[in-house]
C-alpha cells in the first residue's frame, strides 16, 4: 500500500540553526501539507499546498518557515532559523485530487528537537 | 483556539463492548469530519468521515453519528477489538474553502482491555 515518508525521524539541532524536513508524498496525489504537535498539545495545521503554490498557511507559519516541492517527488518544510519553541513532532500529509483534499494521508513523522 | 474540542483524554472499554468517543465544534462553517487513529511513532491513520448534509456513516466496526444542532459528533466502535487501542482524533474541515485545512481535537486516548 502507498504510504508517506519523511525523514530523518528525528532531527536534533541548536537554536538559531537552519533545518529541513523532507517528505516524499503519494505519488498520484496532488495537495501536500503540514502539521505539527507539540508534545501533550493539539496536531496544528501549518500549511497547505498545490499547483506549486501555497493554499493556507496558519498564524504559525511565519517568515521563518517556508515548503517547496524541489523535483517531482519531495516536499520540504524549512524553518530558517529555529527557536526552543519550534520543538515538536512534524507531519506532513498528501491528498489525492478524487477525492476530499480532507481526507489526507500522513507520514509518519519527524521528531525535531531544538536545544 | 478551540474549535474542536474531545473532552474525553481517556476511555477504558472491555473487549467485545462498544467504544463511544465524542467530539463537540463551534464553527458551524465546518462541513466535514473525520476521525483519525494514531498510534505511537507513527501518523494519523484516516478512519472515518462525515459530510455535514449526512448524520451517519458506517464503515464496518466503525460509524459516525452527526448532529448538527448540538454541534456533536460521536465515533462508535462494534465490537471493540484489543487492536483498537490508540489515540483517535476528531478533525473537521470547511469544505468551501478547499484547502484541505483540518482543525484537530486534543485526542481521546483509548483503551481496549482482554
Known amino acids: 500500500e502507498p504510504e508517506v515518508t519523511q525523514t530523518p525521524s528525528h532531527q536534533v539541532t541548536q537554536m538559531g540553526q537552519e533545518v529541513i524536513l523532507r517528505c516524499v508524498p503519494i505519488?498520484?496525489?496532488?495537495?501536500f501539507y503540514w502539521y505539527r504537535q507539540i508534545l501533550g498539545q493539539k496536531v496544528e495545521f501549518l500549511v497547505s499546498f498545490y499547483n506549486n503554490e501555497i493554499s493556507e498557511k496558519s498564524e504559525i507559519f511565519d517568515d521563518q518557515f517556508s515548503v517547496e516541492r524541489p523535483d517531482g517527488s519531495n516536499f520540504t518544510l524549512k524553518i530558517r532559523s529555529t527557536k526552543l519553541e519550534d520543538s515538536a513532532m512534524y507531519f506532513c500529509?498528501?491528498?489525492?485530487?478524487?477525492?476530499?483534499?480532507?481526507?489526507?494521508?500522513f507520514g509518519p513523522g519527524t521528531r525535531l528537537t531544538v536545544t | 483556539d478551540q474549535q474542536v474540542k474531545q473532552n474525553s483524554p481517556s476511555l477504558s472499554v472491555q473487549e467485545g463492548r462498544i467504544s463511544i468517543l465524542n467530539c463537540d465544534y463551534t464553527?458551524?462553517?465546518?462541513?466535514?469530519f473525520l476521525w483519525y487513529k494514531k498510534y505511537p511513532a507513527e501518523g494519523p491513520t484516516f478512519l472515518i468521515s462525515?459530510?455535514?448534509?449526512?448524520d451517519k456513516n458506517e464503515d464496518g466496526r466503525f460509524t459516525v453519528f452527526l448532529n448538527k444542532s448540538a454541534k456533536h459528533l460521536s465515533l462508535h466502535i462494534v465490537p471493540s477489538q484489543p487492536g483498537d487501542s490508540a489515540v483517535y482524533f476528531c478533525a473537521a474541515s470547511v469544505g468551501s474553502s478547499n484547502t484541505g485545512k483540518l482543525i484537530f481535537g486534543q485526542g481521546t486516548t483509548l483503551q481496549v482491555k482482554p
Open positions: 464553527n458551524s462553517m465546518f462541513d466535514y
Open positions: 462525515i459530510s455535514s448534509i449526512k
Open positions: 505519488s498520484n496525489h496532488l495537495y
Open positions: 500529509a498528501s491528498s489525492e485530487p478524487q477525492t476530499r483534499t480532507d481526507e489526507q494521508y
